[in-house]
């Protein structure tokens, strides 16, 4: 590995430095952008053991935040969206959000749709709070469960 790359790395995994990259990647991982969290999560419980409880919570909080800020973008953009017509699939889609309501965030961790999950969430103005909360619990269960799986794996 090259000199430099392996530097960053051992930098980023420094507890003073490691749990702020993990929320930013997480936070960033949450938005519509294509990033995956669980790699800096799992550098630094690798690197860092007694920094996995920490480490799941500043991913967890990170990655509920950037889901919140879907759903404000998704409640913003509700005005406009509304001017183009729904397909049926779209329209099937956003019946069953409504019917569901704040309980399907849970299902935000899901990779390729639960982000925008979050922000068709806001653009049906469901409750934040209750949308929020569900959004915690799910992406908590995640982190949990895939750091932990992948430290059993690589360490075990």
Known sequence: MEAWLEQLLVLLALPQYGLS??????????TLLPLGSEP????????????????????????????????????????????????KHHLKALDWLKRIGPKACLLAWLPIIGDPLCAVAGWLKL??????????????????????????LFTG
């Open 40 to 87: 800096a999560v799992f550098g630094l419980v690798s690197l860092n053991p007694n920094l996995f409880w920490e480490a799941i919570a500043v991913a967890t909080v990170g990655n509920t935040l950037g889901g919140a800020l879907d759903w404000a973008m998704g409640f913003a953009s509700h005005e406009v969206v509304d001017r183009y017509q729904h397909s």
């Open 21 to 30: 990259t993990v929320f930013v990647v997480s936070f960033i991982s949450a």
């Open 127 to 152: 409750p934040f709070w209750p949308c929020l909360a569900y959004m915690a619990i799910g992406k908590f269960a995640r982190y949990v469960t895939m750091t932990a799986a992948l430290v059993g």
